[in-house]
Nanobody, 128 residues
Framework: QVQLVESGGGLVQAGGSLRLSCAAS????????MGWFRQTPGKERNFVARISSNTLRTTYANSVKGRFTISRDNAKNTVVLQMNSLKPEDTAVYYCAADQTVASLTYPRTMPNEYEFWGQGTQVTVSS
């Protein structure tokens, strides 16, 4: 079992930056791949970024590539999403999630139903 708590959301102007953190409890955190997703009202939850359990592999949605960076610290049970050059279309509730299955080289596991544990979400609002 993994419990996840996100923090760091808020209101920022377009072009600004935010740093989201996800704190995990549980001794097996380092065995999970971690992902970030986002969701706006009435829309599906969409993949943002993923990092493998050993930090060696990261995957990003095309919409955030080059602007967002995912990282993790297994010693501190945390995963971070650094978001730069934010745009109004980045406005959403951001969720962190844990996946115990290793992704293959050809399929990075970006669907919400592939992740077993979820945080409660943190709101990010980007004003124009």
């Amino acid at each position: 079992q993994v419990q996840l708590v996100e923090s760091g959301g808020g209101l920022v102007q377009a072009g600004g930056s935010l740093r989201l953190s996800c704190a995990a409890s549980g001794r097996t955190f380092s065995s999970y791949a971690m992902g970030w997703f986002r969701q706006t009202p009435g829309k599906e939850r969409n993949f943002v970024a993923r990092i493998s359990s050993n930090t060696l592999r990261t995957t990003y949605a095309n919409s955030v590539k080059g602007r967002f960076t995912i990282s993790r610290d297994n010693a501190k049970n945390t995963v971070v999403l650094q978001m730069n050059s934010l745009k109004p279309e980045d406005t959403a509730v951001y969720y962190c999630a844990a996946d115990q299955t290793v992704a293959s080289l050809t399929y990075p596991r970006t669907m919400p139903n592939e992740y077993e544990f979820w945080g409660q979400g943190t709101q990010v609002t980007v004003s124009s």
